[in-house]
Nanobody, 120 residues
Framework: QVQLTESGGGSVQAGGSLRLSCEVS????????MGWICHGPDDEREGVAD???????TYSDSVKGRFTISRDNTKNTLYLVMSSLKPEDTGTYSC??????????????WGQGTQVTVSS
């Protein structure tokens, strides 16, 4: 059973930065397809960034050039560095994982999420 625990959310002003972490337990993160999903205040959901087991990354157009997804397999942890934050980035960010290892197999597990609030 894969368990995901996020941390690192908070409140920042526009233009600021945050680093989110997602600790994986019950499975080796090096084998997982992993990503971050943002649940916005209007209940919309957006895939923000993901990374497959080979390290190939994908970003949504809204965050490209501002956010960076990475993983440290020695710590079994996924990261999202968020820079140049905008008020529209506000939401609950959930970590997701799929044991298929690649994007085409999708996500099977989700964490509880961590809140990010960006004020103007």
């Amino acid at each position: 059973q894969v368990q995901l625990t996020e941390s690192g959310g908070g409140s920042v002003q526009a233009g600021g930065s945050l680093r989110l972490s997602c600790e994986v337990s019950g499975y080796s993160s090096s084998l997982l397809f992993m990503g971050w999903i943002c649940h916005g205040p209007d209940d919309e959901r957006e895939g923000v960034a993901d990374i497959d087991r080979d390290g190939v990354t994908t970003y949504s157009d809204s965050v490209k050039g501002r956010f960076t997804i990475s993983r440290d397999n020695t710590k079994n942890t996924l990261y999202l560095v968020m820079s140049s934050l905008k008020p529209e980035d506000t939401g609950t960010y959930s970590c997701a994982a799929g044991v298929g290892g690649y994007r085409r197999y999708g996500f099977l597990y989700w964490g509880q999420g961590t809140q990010v609030t960006v004020s103007s």
